[in-house]
Nanobody, 123 residues
Framework: QVQLVESGGGFVQAGDSLKLSCTQS????????MAWFRQAPGNERECVAF????????EYPPFVGDRFTISRDNGRNTLYLQMNTLKPEDTAVYYC????????????????WGQGTQVTVSS
């Protein structure tokens, strides 16, 4: 029943910033763990940020460094990903995911997915 819709992707130059949003519907409350994944052509889908249901735990893979920040506003049923200092290698389709997860970076722990939003970073 959960539906996730991403927005905020676009075409930017290296060094620019973007803020992605993911809005949840079809559920009485925003009480699921959530994450952002990305997938570039020819690559495996990879997690770039995780946030627990209440926002008290956040995790990022090492390659993210300090460039990305995940947050959520449960009152607005919205998940965010602030991306700074974007690089060409960040070019990918970014997906919002939700579920009751055990391993934050494991894509198979997430039951619900958005359709993705394209982020393209040029040199």
């Amino acid at each position: 029943q959960v539906q996730l819709v991403e927005s905020g992707g676009g075409f930017v130059q290296a060094g620019d910033s973007l803020k992605l949003s993911c809005t949840q519907s079809g559920r009485a409350s925003m009480d699921l763990d959530m994450a952002w994944f990305r997938q570039a052509p020819g690559n495996e889908r990879e997690c770039v940020a995780f946030i627990s249901r209440l926002g008290d735990t956040k995790e990022y893979p090492p390659f993210v460094g300090d460039r990305f920040t995940i947050s959520r506003d449960n009152g607005r049923n919205t998940l965010y990903l602030q991306m700074n200092t974007l690089k060409p290698e960040d070019t990918a389709v970014y997906y919002c995911a939700a579920g009751s997860v055990i391993v934050p970076f494991n894509q198979y722990d997430y039951a619900y997915w958005g359709q993705g939003t394209q982020v393209t970073v040029s040199s």
